[in-house]
């Protein structure tokens, strides 16, 4: 290999030097008229953005040339041949505009196709839109707030296509914060739809606006909790006592909120679903949107006894001994009880001798059957047995 390449180098080397004179005598001394062809997108010039948009694609202009070779080869033309449109003082509408071409010196534009275009411009859809307080989405740290705010300009205008336009349904700012303190920030605007996300294609004017505003912490204060209930308790219960663990809790809110709260409520407990004493962990709400709660549940304590329902009821005294006489034989008893029904051995009650207590007997056929005895009328019943 290493033969191949020195051997001969000196006529190699003359054979080089002469192919390279030749080629550059055809180039330079030898300078012949070459014709190209070439696709170019085509431009417009004198378009008013700030009022119109093309609403129609611009094609590709074919175009034939025809220049010396040696500028063909030494130059870039195509990237100086521009193929335009005029749209001077041309409204919204459809034009069938005519094709110019500029092209370099030296250069000779030979054919244009087409040499005609239909162009559709459309109106670009102006509105301007205030910005509110509610637009600035404050990111803050926990126990923050803001406690002033003022920003400028009080509204933007935004440009862009109809469908476009017609897709926004307000503006948002955001920032985020973690410490209290005096902020002063440009902020970019974002036009937004109706689910909050963002329109693209729109112009803004202007794309930021100036915010000053004052961070501080939300102040704090104790107040009670009081429970809350739903549907009632089953007809034979009665709640004796609701006691909350802890019975306050801290809450943080700006000042103009918390200065009306006096006290938070649980979330509801079913009555319906309670049938014994019973302990359940509730959540604690505030009417009050912004409130910090501290801590946010709280065990709840619910004590319950059976309703106690009061009756008078007559009483009939019976003796299986014919002989056996009872004076009174019918008394009036007042009991209490827990149940809604009485049992029949209450109302008809025997006596077998002369020996018995009827009021004894009375009160521990009461007591046997779960009710309570009160009084007895009249307090003293006789027996007498016949001789």
């Known amino acids: 290999m290493k033969k191949l390449i020195t051997e001969n180098i000196g006529i190699k080397l003359i054979s080089f030097l002469i192919a390279f004179l030749l080629w ?21 010039i004198n378009l008013e953005t700030k009022d119109y948009y093309m609403a129609s694609e611009l094609p590709e202009i074919k175009i034939t040339y025809r220049a010396n070779r040696r500028k063909v080869l030494t130059h870039d033309i195509e990237a100086h041949i521009h ?50 307080p509610e637009n600035f989405r404050l990111s803050l740290g926990r126990s923050l707030y803001s406690s002033s705010l003022k920003y400028y300009p009080k509204d933007i205008r935004i440009v862009g296509k109809k469908i476009n336009i017609s897709k926004v349904s307000g503006i948002i700012i955001l920032d985020e914060i973690r410490n209290p303190g005096n902020y002063r920030k440009n902020l970019p605007v974002f ?37 809350t209930f739903i549907n009632k308790l089953d007809d034979n219960l009665i709640l004796k006592e609701t006691s909350i663990n802890p019975d306050s809790v801290s809450i943080s809110a700006k000042p103009n909120i918390l200065k009306d709260i006096s006290y938070l409520i649980t979330e509801p407990i079913d009555l319906s679903k309670v049938s014994n004493s019973v302990k359940q962990w509730k959540y604690i709400f505030s009417k009050e949107k912004g409130v910090l709660i501290d801590p946010d549940r709280v065990e709840v304590t619910l004590k319950l006894s059976q309703k106690e329902f009061k009756k008078t009821i007559i009483v009939n005294l019976f003796s299986p001994d014919p002989k056996l006489s009872i004076s009174p034989a019918t008394i009036e008893v007042n009991i209490g009880y827990f149940k809604t029904k009485i049992p029949n051995e209450i109302y008809k009650i025997k006596i ?20 309570i005895y009160y009084s007895i009328k009249p307090n003293k019943i006789k027996l007498s047995k016949a001789k």
């Open 352 to 371: 077998s001798n002369e020996n018995d207590d009827p009021v004894k007997i009375i009160k521990d056929l009461i007591s046997k059957n779960g009710f």
């Open 191 to 227: 036009v937004v739809d109706k689910d909050n996300k963002q329109v693209n294609n729109i112009t803004i004017d202007p794309p930021f606006i100036s915010v000053e505003y004052t961070i501080r912490k939300l102040p704090v204060k104790k107040v009670k909790i009081k429970a």
């Open 83 to 132: 193929p335009q449109v005029n749209l001077l003082s041309l409204l919204d509408g459809t034009y069938d505009l005519k094709v110019t071409v500029n092209v370099p010196p030296d250069t000779e534009l030979r054919s244009i196709s087409p040499s005609h275009v239909k162009i559709t411009l459309k109106k670009l859809i102006k509105k301007t839109i205030p910005i509110k």
């Open 24 to 44: 550059a005598y055809v180039i330079f001394s030898e300078n012949p008229v070459v014709t190209r062809e070439c696709k170019i997108p085509l431009e417009t």
